[in-house]
């Protein structure tokens, strides 16, 4: 049950120390304790765990206005970051993981403004059909947390501009643009500043959990590891990974999001995988490689090496189900 309840502020726009202090965080909350954190990041590109950064993000423009790219923890798809924008994740113990509370504060925070919202899809809060908040979520050795964006004035140009969504993606959204899905809550209600949407979700915190926030004690953060984090979130292997000499590539798109396998094969053998993907699930999807790596090339046995793929829910099931016949229908040895 949680019995306290803090509030923690970044001091930069930088990514990479934004994203070191989350993990850090993430470390340090306690027993019956709920941390909301609040962030921004100046022109950044945040992509998900497993996704292809040379994909998802238009490098070259990006780079040429001063911008950056970095790699989160936690799975889902790839989003636009800027001043405009401000960032939240709920940190919390795996026993006290409530998403759907957690998403009432946000809701309510919004409602606060006077813009009716609600949370809708599989991540996403809406205002009149549009997204004003996705939504993302990890857990680790026990310790989860939840965290996303609020649009309140991003510049949508350059949304638009650095971020390369698929086609796909925007026909299962009904959209034709990237602008066309989401919102500033500006939209709804001129004027309204970041500060504002701060002390809302302040408020909207108490509110949910029937407590008074506290700040969070800094000395409970090791500088240390703080600067160790921020090497690993800056550092060019974590941002975009390795590139493989693949043979055949694989991409479907689900209800769960979209998946790319790339096999490279030698003498009918799987020597190498690399795997990409937008679903939220980032633990199943990044365990693929280990899984594919030295099996036989062909449907048969790369789906049933798929099958090993822990299964503790029916997402979980879904995902492993589509993956395996997708491997039977469209890989040939």
Not at 96 to 118: F, T, W
Not at 204 to 231: I, K, T
Not at 266 to 271: E, K, L, Q
Request: glycine share 10%; aromatic share 8%; net charge negative.
């Amino acid at each position: 049950m949680i019995e306290r309840i803090y509030l923690d502020e970044a001091g930069n726009t930088l990514p990479y120390g934004n994203l070191a202090r989350e993990a850090c965080l993430l470390e340090a909350v306690g027993v019956g304790e709920c941390i909301l954190y609040l962030w921004q990041n100046q022109r950044t590109v945040v992509i998900g765990r497993n996704q292809n950064a040379w994909k998802e993000c238009r490098m070259e423009q990006l780079e040429a206005d001063g911008g950056h790219l970095v790699r989160r923890l936690s799975g889902g798809g790839a989003v636009y970051h800027d001043l405009g924008n401000l960032n939240f994740t709920f940190l919390v113990r795996e026993e006290d993981y409530d998403v759907s509370r957690q998403l009432e504060v946000l809701v309510g925070a919004v409602n606060r403004l006077g813009i009716h919202a609600e949370k809708t899809g599989r991540n996403d809060v809406t205002v009149d059909g549009r997204k004003i908040s996705g939504n993302a979520f990890y857990r680790a050795d026990g310790h989860c947390y939840h965290h996303g964006t609020i649009l309140i004035d991003v510049d949508k140009a350059s949304l638009s501009a650095y971020l390369n969504v698929s086609a796909a993606k925007l026909r299962s959204k009904g959209v034709d643009s990237v602008k066309a899905r989401v919102a500033n809550l500006t939209d709804f209600r001129p004027g309204v500043t970041v500060e504002q949407v701060r002390q809302a979700l302040a408020g909207a915190f108490g509110e949910v959990y029937g407590l008074s926030p506290e700040r969070f004690p800094e000395e409970r953060l090791d500088r240390a590891v703080l600067s160790r984090q921020e090497e690993t979130f800056r550092s060019w292997d974590w941002r975009f990974g390795r590139k493989i000499p693949f043979t055949s590539e694989l991409s479907e798109r689900y209800d769960w999001g979209e998946v790319c396998l790339q096999f490279a094969v030698n003498g009918g053998i799987v020597t190498d995988v690399q795997a990409y993907s937008d679903a939220m699930d980032q633990e199943l999807v990044a365990a693929l490689p280990g899984l594919l790596k030295g099996c036989r090339y062909g449907g048969a046995p790369l789906a049933e090496a798929v099958g090993q793929l822990p299964q503790p829910d029916s997402g979980a099931e879904r995902m492993v189900q589509d993956l395996q016949r997708l491997l039977v229908e469209r890989c040939t040895g």
